[in-house]
Nanobody, 125 residues
Framework: QVQLVESGGGLVQAGGSLRLSCAAS????????MGWFRQAPGKEREFAAA????????YYADSVKGRFTISRDNTKNMVYLQMNSLKPEDTAVYYC??????????????????WGPGTQVTVSS
């Protein structure tokens, strides 16, 4: 069983930055693909970014590419999402998720086995 807890959300002005963190319990953390998803009010949850276990291979949604960076520290069981040049449309609840076995479907919610409770990010214009 893996437990995930996000932190780092908050209120920021457009153009600003935030860094989200996700603390994971369980072993072996380095085997999991880790993802960040987000859900805006009235919209479906959508993929933002994912990172393979080795920390080298990363994937991004087109909407965040070039502005967000996902990273992980396997020694600390942590995953991060650095968000720069934030826009009002980035406002959402951000969720951390873990996938036990990589199948290439990193952008699909049902691929992931474990989810955190989420952290709110609000970007004001």
């Amino acid at each position: 069983q893996v437990q995930l807890v996000e932190s780092g959300g908050g209120l920021v002005q457009a153009g600003g930055s935030l860094r989200l963190s996700c603390a994971a319990s369980g072993r072996p953390f380095s085997n999991y693909v880790m993802g960040w998803f987000r859900q805006a009010p009235g919209k479906e949850r959508e993929f933002a970014a994912a990172i393979r276990g080795n920390g080298v291979i990363r994937y991004y949604a087109d909407s965040v590419k070039g502005r967000f960076t996902i990273s992980r520290d396997n020694t600390k069981n942590m995953v991060y999402l650095q968000m720069n040049s934030l826009k009002p449309e980035d406002t959402a609840v951000y969720y951390c998720a873990a996938d036990r076995t990589y199948s290439g479907r990193y952008n699909l919610m049902d691929e992931y086995d474990y989810w955190g409770p989420g952290t709110q990010v609000t970007v004001s214009s």
